[in-house]
Nanobody
Framework: QVQLVESGGGWMQPGGSLRLSCAASTNIFSINVMGWYRQTPGKQRELVAAYPRWGSRIYADSVKGRFTISRDTAKNTVYLQMNSLKPEDTAVYYC?????????????WGQGTAVTVSS
């Protein structure tokens, strides 16, 4: 079982920046992929950025060049630095951990943190 706790959401004006944090209850090197997703009412949850344990980071086209996913293994925390925010970035952001045990993938989600971008 992996517990994830997000923080850092809030309100920001367009063009501003926010940094989201996701603290995991376990060593994040034991997790295959850490990712950030977002969801708006009536829409499916979508991938924003992912940080595989091994390999290149992945970004949605809509956030490339503006958002950066990073991790601090000493703190078992993953971050999402969001710059040049746009109103369309408004959503609830969720942290996800994908952990493979034997051949089974287990998905764990945080409770979500709301981000509102408006003037």
């Amino acid at each position: 079982q992996v517990q994830l706790v997000e923080s850092g959401g809030g309100w920001m004006q367009p063009g501003g920046s926010l940094r989201l944090s996701c603290a995991a209850s376990t060593n994040i090197f034991s997790i295959n992929v850490m990712g950030w997703y977002r969801q708006t009412p009536g829409k499916q949850r979508e991938l924003v950025a992912a940080y595989p344990r091994w390999g290149s980071r992945i970004y949605a086209d809509s956030v490339k060049g503006r958002f950066t996913i990073s991790r601090d293994t000493a703190k078992n925390t993953v971050y999402l630095q969001m710059n040049s925010l746009k109103p369309e970035d408004t959503a609830v952001y969720y942290c996800k951990a994908e952990k493979v045990i034997d051949t089974t993938t287990y998905d764990y989600w945080g409770q979500g943190t709301a981000v509102t971008v408006s003037s």
